[in-house]
């Protein structure tokens, strides 16, 4: 049975989250009074491709992955949305139907808002419309950097910047080493071959070798990057 409120922990990555916190406090408020608790346990399917747009949605801890399928039936791993994140709208407002599917990675809270009453929340708050217009302009950027960085940069720069990321979103903090970070979220190298348009093969390669250099540790249960200086030194020698 799904919890009808979030825990601390999750209220605070949704009210920490870089929009959710520029809104007002009214809407803000509006909108988790409409919202409703859902949990996944890990590999749960939230969405599929083709299903009509019913919610508008926020990551509270966990991992949602997004997918599709090639023509082969291989399944392809696009991207990982992070908690205070929030996705779902754009299918809302134009009426189509999803075009990815979501699957939590990992066990998953998620804060939904139905179709409805986020068309209830626009009617009230004029301010959600231009909000969410920013949302949109954040995202096609972040595509742009994505698409020019896979058109640019070598594997070895584009690697190292998606462990950035990774550190940014799921760090945490070694308790033996102050000076490492271990990346929370659990991804085999073939998924993070996928979110780099690469093989297996080669970000393995790329990985050995930043861990010979001591950039990085791999151990069975994930990653470790040991030197945050030294992995950001990689991204701007390329960039």
Request: glycine share 8%; charged share 25%.
């Amino acid at each position: 049975m799904d919890e009808p409120i979030l825990t601390i922990e999750e209220r605070a990555a949704i009210n920490n989250g870089r929009w959710f916190s520029s809104l007002s406090p009214s809407l803000r408020h509006d909108i988790l009074r409409c919202a409703f608790v859902k949990r996944f346990k890990d590999g749960d399917l939230i969405c599929a491709r083709g299903d009509p747009a019913e919610f508008w949605s926020a990551v509270a801890r966990g991992s949602v992955r997004v997918s599709s399928t090639s023509i082969t039936g291989k399944q392809v791993t696009l991207q990982y949305v992070e908690p205070g994140i929030w996705f779902g709208d754009i299918a809302i407002f134009d009426g189509e139907r999803r075009t990815h599917d979501a699957y939590a990675h990992g066990d998953t809270t998620m804060l939904m808002v139905s179709r409805a009453d986020l068309q209830k929340i626009l009617s009230q708050h004029v301010e959600l419309y231009e909000a969410l217009l920013k949302l949109q302009a954040r995202r096609i950027r972040q595509l742009f950097g994505l698409v020019e960085d896979l058109n640019t940069l070598p594997l070895r720069a584009r690697l190292a910047k998606q462990l950035a990321h990774l550190v940014r979103s799921y760090g945490v903090p070694s308790l033996a080493n102050g000076g490492e970070v271990r990346i929370g979220l659990q991804l085999a190298q073939e998924e993070l071959a996928q979110l780099l348009g690469a093989s297996r093969q080669r970000v393995n390669q790329e990985l050995k070798q930043m861990e010979r250099e001591e950039v990085i540790r791999i151990e069975p249960g994930g990653l470790v990057v040991r030197n945050r200086e030294a992995l950001m030194h990689i991204v701007e020698a390329d960039d």
